[in-house]
């Protein structure tokens, strides 16, 4: 049976992954197991677990969070991604690494495609990209896998946000100038299931098509029956600390061309996820 290790087992796709790898022999790693900005530890807990596989879900993922503190964003998401993979290269297992649109700046006004050129605009993406090179050049069995805006039923996010301040307040202001693709950790976890044993590489995997943060919230509040206002806003008008790429749509290209059919319309996606 395929053996497979999991860091960040406890976080929001961790957990999807877990219902979805049903199927193999799934070790879920989490902090308590070993931390991962540790060279040596993480090196001893997966030469002991010997995985045919490894999915790198641990992160620090707080946008903001890392704008204030870069130096826990760059050992976290870089140094850990680093000791993963020097681990994984020493007993020649493939690493899974999860990444972001926001290693993107969002300037080019198209879909991003894998190879178009990286360019981050805040310190979360920047910390992505250091992961995402420590992979890349400490072992030839990678797949980075980008992806975008994940919600979930195991953990914070937007979504459930939005409807909490709805059932709260008359109106509530959202960003109407970013754009991207709302991605369900449940069928981003089934795509990577297809993907492992395919060929090595960078590939992107969100949900088809996209939206702004405004007609996202706008989605969700008509889906549940809710009638109440959603004002549009800039982001400058939100002021938060760590700034966005306007447009990070990603083109799942390589998925396409390895044969893999693209997950479902974000919005199909969404009235699974409310239906519980």
Known sequence: MLKIALTGSDGMLGSDIKNVFSDVELAALTLHDFDITDLDKSVKAIKEIKPDYLIHTA???DVDG???TPE???LVNGIGARN???ACEEIRCPVIYISTDYV???TKKETYNEWDKTNPINMYGLSKLLGEQFVTSL???FYVVRTSWLYGKNGKNFVDTIIRLLSEKNEIDVVNDQVGSPTYTYDLARKLRELIGRGYGTYHVTNTSYCSWHEFAVEIARANGINKKINPITSEKLNRPAKRPAFSVLNNTMLKLEGIE???HWKEALKDYLKG
């Open 84 to 86: 993963i993979t020097m």
């Open 72 to 74: 826990t964003a760059f």
């Open 66 to 68: 890392c704008e204030r």
């Open 139 to 141: 072992t030839n069995r």
């Open 59 to 61: 992160a620090y993922t």
């Open 104 to 106: 993107f700046d969002g």
């Open 262 to 264: 693209p997950a479902r």
